[in-house]
Each structure stands twice: as C-alpha cells, then as structure tokens.
C-alpha cells in the first residue's frame, strides 16, 4: 500500500519514497504546482525501478493519487466552509429538498 504525505524537505527536493514495512510512503514538499508534483512523482517511480528507491507499482501509486487528491478537495472544501458557513448553505437545501422528494415519492398515499 502507498501512501501520500506532506513534509517540508529539504531544498531541492520534491519528493522522497520511504519503505515503511509492508507499505511505501510517498513524502512530497507542500505547495508544488501540477508540473513539479508530476517531475517528482516520475522520478521516484524512475528511482525505484533502477533499485534505488522504494518499491512504487503504477497500480498502487494511481490509487494513492486518487485518494490524496480526494482527501486534499475534502479539506479544502471543509476550509472553505469554516471561513465562510454560507457557502455550505445552497448544497444543504439541496440535499435537504432531495431527500424530502425521496420521502414523499416512497410514502404511499402522500403523492406529489
């Protein structure tokens, strides 16, 4: 399993690969632009197919991408919403009047 994690590194370096047991993590500096994430993250798989560096299966590696980029969009979202609690208030009346559709459709004799 790789995981994804951020650490200030020192200058120079992007990213570092570290063999934790059964699992590999992926440490990358905190604030790289799409380019240098990619420049990063291809030259650890480079490192680690020439031995130098841990293991990184493209297979596990997409996952740990997908749910890295996951994760980051959720706590950007749940920032956003503790600046600004409005911004949370569109998508809850949707969710809200949906699930009141859903309940009415389901309960007979209630008809819409």
């Known amino acids: 399993?790789?995981?994804?994690r951020y650490l200030d590194l020192s200058?120079?370096?992007?990213g570092k690969a570290v063999a934790a047991g059964r699992s590999t993590i992926v440490y990358l500096r905190?604030?790289?632009?799409?380019r240098q994430r990619s420049a990063a993250l291809r030259r650890l798989r480079q490192e680690a197919r020439v031995g130098?560096?841990?293991r990184l299966p493209g297979g596990q590696l997409a996952v740990a991408i997908a749910a890295d980029w996951a994760r980051t969009s959720t706590t950007r979202a749940l920032a956003v919403v503790r600046l600004?609690?409005?911004a949370a208030l569109?998508?809850?009346l949707l969710l809200g009047a949906t699930?009141?559709?859903?309940?009415?459709?389901a309960t007979p004799g209630a008809g819409i």
Do not use: D, N, Q, Y
């Not at 200058?11 to 992007?14: C, T, V």
């Not at 905190?30 to 799409?34: F, H, R, S, Y």
């Open 1 to 4: 399993m790789i995981r994804i």
């Open 11 to 14: 200058a120079g370096l992007h």
């Open 30 to 34: 905190p604030g790289l632009t799409g």
């Open 52 to 54: 130098c560096g841990a």
């Open 84 to 86: 600004h609690p409005a």
């Open 90 to 92: 569109v998508p809850s």
């Open 99 to 105: 699930a009141g559709l859903l309940l009415m459709a």
